[in-house]
């Protein structure tokens, strides 16, 4: 499965951006992850496979919002009120387990990176 993720931008803060992932091939769940340069990479948000079950990071509760839609293979970020800390490069990742996760280590597929940029 290969994933392709798009959406980012230079944007103000306050702003909106939202960000997809298109999946070449089914996959369960679902997450994105952000890593900026010297940092290790971060769980941001996870989506199990139906859509009816989310985790976010505290860092991005009520601001962000996850979703999915299957019959598109895609995964979506909806990022509200964005601020100059979210700037960073977003990874979408997907496993081929169908609970949901958090933890790098249980993502198997791994996108390409879209980088988003918040100016104050």
């Known amino acids: 499965v290969q994933l392709q993720a798009s959406g980012g931008g230079l944007v103000q803060a306050g702003a909106s951006l939202r960000l997809s992932c298109v999946a070449s091939g089914r996959t369960f769940s679902m997450a994105w992850f952000r890593q900026a340069p010297g940092k290790e990479r971060e769980f941001v948000a996870a989506?199990?496979?139906?859509?009816?079950?989310?985790v976010y990071a505290d860092s991005v509760k009520d601001r962000f919002t996850i979703s999915r839609d299957n019959a598109k293979n895609t995964m979506y970020l909806q990022m509200n009120s964005l601020k100059p800390e979210d700037t960073t490069v977003y990874y979408c990742?997907?496993?081929?387990?169908?609970?949901?996760?958090?933890?790098?280590?249980?993502?198997?597929?791994w996108g390409q990176g879209t980088q988003v940029t918040v100016s104050s």
């Open positions: 990742a997907a496993r081929r387990q169908r609970g949901i996760a958090t933890r790098l280590y249980e993502y198997d597929y």
């Open positions: 989506i199990n496979w139906s859509g009816s079950s989310t």
